[in-house]
């Protein structure tokens, strides 16, 4: 079911190589009306999710952006590189919860 929820997401978050600190991914001040305003030109936004960290409740710099079909998604990917806010931040597909689980539990026995 978790892969049916998360087929019109996707996660956004700092260009490969470029972190937070460097001026890449979401910005402190970014707000979720500001990406809803942004992503929303690519089609109807349904969600947005911008992640904390757990201990501070700093923003991570990432999340997800939910649509209500999949041709937001693909254009939006498509186009790979965003500017929001003055920082680049990249767009990829969101993958289900479960594939993220399994992929978190391989690092481990590494």
């Known amino acids: 079911m978790e892969d049916e929820k998360s087929q019109f997401k996707i996660f956004v978050g700092c260009p490969r190589g470029r972190h937070v600190e460097d001026g890449g991914g979401l910005g402190p001040n970014t707000t979720d009306q500001d990406l809803e305003q942004y992503f929303s030109k690519f089609g109807e936004v349904v969600e947005v999710i911008q992640l904390h960290w757990q201990k501070s409740g700093n923003k991570k710099g990432c999340g997800y952006i939910k649509f209500t079909s999949m041709e937001p998604v693909d254009e939006c990917v498509k186009i790979g590189e965003h500017n929001i806010g003055g920082r680049p931040v990249t767009a990829t597909k969101a993958k ?15």
């Open 96 to 110: 289900p919860k479960e594939v993220m689980k399994a992929h978190e539990g391989n690092k481990e026995r590494e």
